[in-house]
């Protein structure tokens, strides 16, 4: 969810352009700064209160409630902080104000007006390091008790960074870089249009064209050309970020590779058994702060599958092969473009049909409010949809890991070819274990997960049921059908609306 949140933050300043949406507060620049700046601070210094309110009373009482009504605050202020943003951006003109001190140079201007929801989620993470300190020392006693390898605890400095390398930069170097290459390649394309004397002479009034633009061929600055290079170039930079961020995503993160061994045997095994090509098997270290694993990377020359420090240190090798055969479930059946095509899908429909809605009502959604108006619903719909998709996904994953444990670690004596109970336990507990040691209520629901709880008996049910019949795997083909149609739904609307222009 904060992945999403930090893409929310950047997005908004870009629909403000693509929209041309003009800031109906009136308010001049200086007056506009004050009146974003300053909710933005209040909410910062009530996080921070609400922090240091809940983190006395807890060491008062001992009381775990406590501790989470400081996370449910610090939580409920990051979209808080986000909604804020947006109506700053879009109705008070703050993103107007950043340009009017520092001019709308290159990708430095969005930067500087994402700026204070992120300082928000900083400060978020400032205030509940004592609280969260706090939990984690009572941990270690269960540690101690249990004879686990006790992790030291973080300060609050590197808490705070950890959290910023690990939810911030994940998703705002990418989302940056592929903003920022939309502008250049935007600026690009104008430039090259105002060299076109055929323009020119249509519209004298245009600004001169850069040199470099005038040396071009006259083929090249043609509106006729330059429109559709400038997509292909967009789409290009898109793909390209995509396909290098797992690279980039070891010094992003705190990553070593796993050391030889058993374990990193065990885990090599379950990638050849399934025929999933990766680039390295890699220890994410958070300090103990995260139980996790991940596979990031659509090719196989570019895909690293993480596990956190925590998660090594605190499940038994079954539990962790269990973790493993989850993450590549989701490889085997490529969930990831699934949830893109889901995603996109109905948020374009969605849009499509609010805005015939808006043409039947008489109203023009082609700019403007009633533009941010479609945005708003396509993002609704495309978000309720993803993770409808993303929890089903999530249990098929499962039953992956589940029927992987039950061919390579546990296979049942009497009825080969079926999960054993032995594997769906191994799986169910190491999910028990994480919530545990994360300090998750396992029926917590989660937006893109589901709960703990369900996902564990979904797990138990599966016991002796065939590998070919699972049920989930006939509920994950009907998502899949449904997406596909959304998916083609959706890029006809495209092609109608592109013939329309034209």
Not at 99 to 115: M, Q, T, W, Y
Not at 266 to 281: H, T
Not at 381 to 409: C, H, I, N
């Amino acid at each position: 969810m904060m992945h999403l949140l930090v893409i929310a933050v950047f997005i908004v300043g870009n629909l403000r352009d693509a929209l041309e949406v003009d800031a109906p507060s009136g308010l001049s620049p200086p007056a506009a700064a004050v009146v974003s700046l300053a909710p933005m601070a209040a909410l910062a210094a009530l996080v921070w209160v609400w922090a240091w309110a809940c983190r006395r009373r807890l060491d008062a009482t001992r009381h775990v409630r406590d501790a989470r009504r400081a996370e449910r605050v610090v939580a409920w202020s990051r979209p808080a902080a986000v909604g804020l943003h947006a109506w700053n951006v879009l109705c008070v003109g703050w993103l107007d104000a950043v340009r009017a001190g520092v001019g709308d140079l290159l990708l430095v201007d969005e930067l500087l007006a994402a700026a204070p929801p992120l300082v928000v989620f900083v400060a978020g993470w400032w205030a509940i390091y004592p609280v969260e300190r706090r939990l984690r020392e009572a941990m270690l006693m269960r540690r101690f008790d249990e004879g686990m390898h006790v992790l030291t605890l973080p300060t609050r400095r590197a808490f705070v960074a950890q959290a910023v390398r690990h939810h911030v930069l994940f998703a705002a170097v990418p989302v940056a870089l592929i903003l920022g290459w939309a502008e250049a390649v935007l600026w690009i394309a104008e430039s090259a249009v105002l060299a076109d004397e055929g323009v020119r002479a249509s519209s004298p009034g245009l600004p001169e064209a850069p040199g470099w633009a005038s040396a071009l061929p006259a083929w090249a600055v043609r509106p006729g050309f330059v429109a559709p290079a400038q997509g292909v170039l967009q789409l290009a930079g898109v793909v390209v970020v995509i396909a290098l961020l797992p690279l980039a995503l070891r010094w992003l993160w705190d990553t070593v590779p796993l050391g030889p061994g058993e374990l990193r045997d065990r885990l090599e095994s379950v990638l050849r058994a399934n025929g999933v090509r990766v680039r390295g098997l890699l220890v994410w270290r958070t300090d103990g702060t995260m139980l996790n694993g991940a596979v990031v990377g659509f090719l196989g020359p570019a895909r690293y599958v993480l596990l956190t420090d925590a998660l090594l240190e605190s499940l038994p090798a079954e539990e962790v092969e269990a973790v493993m055969a989850h993450e590549v479930g989701h490889v085997r059946h490529r969930h990831a473009p699934w949830l893109a095509a889901a995603f996109l899908g109905s948020a374009t429909v969605a849009g499509a049909g609010a805005s015939a809605a808006g043409r039947v009502l008489g109203v023009d959604a082609a700019d403007g409010w009633p533009a941010i108006g479609v945005v708003m619903v396509s993002l609704a719909v495309g978000l309720a949809v993803f993770g409808f998709v993303s929890r089903r996904f999530e249990w098929q994953a499962d039953a992956f890991a589940a029927r992987s444990l039950s061919e390579s670690t546990h296979p049942p004596p009497d009825r080969p070819g079926t999960v054993s109970h032995e594997a769906a336990k191994a799986m169910a507990s190491a999910l028990g274990r994480v919530a545990m040691l994360n300090g998750s209520e396992p029926e917590r629901f989660s937006w893109r997960h589901g709960s703990i709880g369900l996902r564990r008996r979904r797990l138990r049910a599966l016991v002796g049921a065939r590998f070919d019949r699972l049920p989930i795997d006939a509920v994950a083909r009907r998502v899949k059908l449904a997406s596909a149609v959304v998916g083609a739904t959706a890029v006809g609307l495209l092609v109608v609306e592109v013939w329309l222009a034209s």
